[in-house]
């Protein structure tokens, strides 16, 4: 499947991430879930912790879930099969560029550069040398980083998305006076958001935002701090039918009388202007 945007229609992102923690079944299950309650396209994250630093999560017991949840390039392409099956976009988010050359061995065309490597110069050269399209998420940068990204605003392949880098993020947070700052620059500008309901993706869409991508759960019990804060199926639901809506608003009607005005056009115009003068 390819990736289609529409200045009228926000692509939808179900991001999985690494919600399902290795669960194959339970990955397909969402995966399943999501494509029935209308995302466009359902995000992975391809990472392996023999490439994990040193840090507190090896005596917090972080890596031992690092280690269980983790999707090697076996593991993505069942998934990937599973999502063509279904008809539903598959791409899959990387974190250093060995990834990210084994997405383009494995001759993906689509490739997501999450908020935890924008900065990453190397990684963000390669990926839109080598891929059709780039997704890049612009949480956690500088200024000065910030700046390094407008080198590729005239990029027909980068779809930079507004990201505050807060799991969950507060509202007074959201900083959508950025999202219109990137509007500005760059050709394709959407949103990744981390706030708890839909308040966010209903501003991102009707603010025009080409790409959604919210966190995506069956069950916001699940195990993994994504999953608590995580949209569940029927706030995808409401959130794809709005986005519906917004686009029916949005189609171009003229300037003139329409259709659906005749019957005032014709029979109500002037009714209450009787003259009583006389």
């Known amino acids: 499947m390819r990736l289609k945007l529409s200045n009228l229609k926000t692509y939808i992102v179900a991001e999985i991430g690494w919600n399902f923690l290795g669960n194959l079944k339970l990955a397909k299950k969402m995966i399943n879930t999501a494509k029935k309650n209308g995302a466009d396209a359902a995000k992975l994250q391809i990472w392996d912790p023999k490439y994990l630093k040193e840090g507190s999560w090896d005596h917090d017991g972080r890596r031992e879930i690092y280690n269980k949840a983790k999707l090697n390039m076996k593991k993505y392409n069942i998934l990937k099969n599973y999502c063509k099956k279904n008809k539903i976009l598959c791409f899959a988010s990387v974190f250093n560029l060995k990834s990210c050359k084994d997405l383009k061995n494995n001759k993906d065309k689509i490739v997501k550069i999450p908020s935890h490597e924008a900065y990453n110069k190397e990684l963000i050269k390669y990926a839109l040398k080598n891929f059709n399209t ?92 994504d999953n608590k804060f995580a949209i569940l199926p029927r706030e995808l639901s409401i959130i794809v039918k709005y986005r519906d809506k917004v686009e029916q608003m949005n189609k171009k009607k003229g300037l003139g009388l329409q ?20």
Not at 165 to 186: A, G, M, R, T
Not at 260 to 269: F, L
């Open 134 to 225: 780039v997704i890049l998420s612009a949480g956690a940068i500088t200024q000065k980083e910030l700046k390094f990204l407008e080198k590729f605003k005239n990029s027909n392949k980068l779809i930079i998305l507004h990201c505050v880098s807060s799991y969950p993020l507060k509202s007074e947070n959201v900083n959508f006076q950025k999202f219109f700052h990137l509007k500005n620059i760059f050709k394709k500008v959407g949103y990744s958001g981390h706030l708890e309901g839909l308040d966010d993706a209903y501003l991102a869409i009707s603010s025009g935002a080409v790409m959604l991508e919210k966190h995506f759960s069956i069950d916001n019990n699940l195990p993994g701090r």
């Open 259 to 278: 259709k659906c005005e005749q019957d005032i056009y014709k029979n109500y115009r002037g009714r209450w202007s009787k003259n009583l003068e006389n």
